[in-house]
């Protein structure tokens, strides 16, 4: 009966290799989103999907690159891994529309060595 | 641009204190507001919100009050638990036709830990 579930939750790799974090929803939401959150614990968003088309992308490296093949799945790629990118991240996903409460995953921690 | 400040952290405080988080926000209309909750290890859990000015905010003990004027959500409970001891978010939704729709912005986080 999960609502939001990413895989994996740990991640652990060296730079320069290439990574992907998956995540579902079965809330029958139309937006996801994803957040990452740094050592000190500050949220923010990278990307947002609504009906599998991309509405949000924060100025994040193009080495990140999002894809939704369907509505109730938005996976995270990313190219040549920096050591900056070490943190955890979280799925979210919404209905469309104001004051609509967005529903987190667990988070994967991500670790770059 | 959107942007929420909280009163910096961490907090600590003895069980059954009163407890009050500070958060105020900066946005263009009228953004909807919400308070989220980490539990060490744990992802991101709503704990309450409110769309509209004046609306109030209330779960598992825990209130907040929409104040337009002050641009204020500060979050209060009465008596805290040890249980309670988390991280606190407090965050603003953009509203309709802004450039920030959509996303939640949120503030820095306050870091709670209740002692028995």
């Known amino acids: 009966d999960t609502a939001v579930s990413q895989t994996p939750k740990y991640l652990v790799t060296q730079m320069g290799n290439d990574k992907s974090i998956k995540c579902e929803q079965n809330?029958?939401?139309?937006?996801m989103y994803w957040y990452k959150q740094d050592s000190k614990k500050f949220l923010k968003i990278m990307f947002s999907y609504n009906n599998k088309e991309l509405i949000i992308n924060e100025t994040v490296p193009n080495r990140f690159s999002p894809k939704s093949p369907d509505k109730a799945h938005l996976n995270l790629h990313i190219n040549s891994l920096e050591l900056g990118d070490s943190a955890v991240y979280f799925c979210?996903?919404?209905?469309?529309?104001?004051?609509?409460?967005?529903?987190f995953g667990p988070g994967t921690r991500l670790l770059v060595l | 641009g959107n942007s929420v400040t909280q009163m910096e952290g961490p907090v600590t405080l003895s069980e059954e204190a009163f407890l009050t988080i500070n958060c105020t926000y900066t946005a263009t209309g009228y953004p909807s507001l919400f308070w989220y909750v980490q539990y060490p290890g744990e992802g991101l859990q709503l704990l309450l919100k409110a769309t509209k000015a004046d609306d109030k905010g209330s779960n598992k003990g825990f209130e907040a009050t929409y104040r337009k004027e002050t641009t204020s959500f500060h979050l209060e409970k009465g008596s805290v638990q040890v249980s309670d001891s988390a991280v606190y978010f407090c965050a603003l939704r953009g509203n309709a036709g802004g450039t920030s729709y959509g996303k939640l912005t949120f503030g820095q986080g306050t870091i709670l830990t209740v002692h028995p």
């Open positions: 979210a996903s919404s209905h469309a529309g104001e004051g609509e409460t967005q529903y």
């Open positions: 809330l029958g939401h139309d937006t």
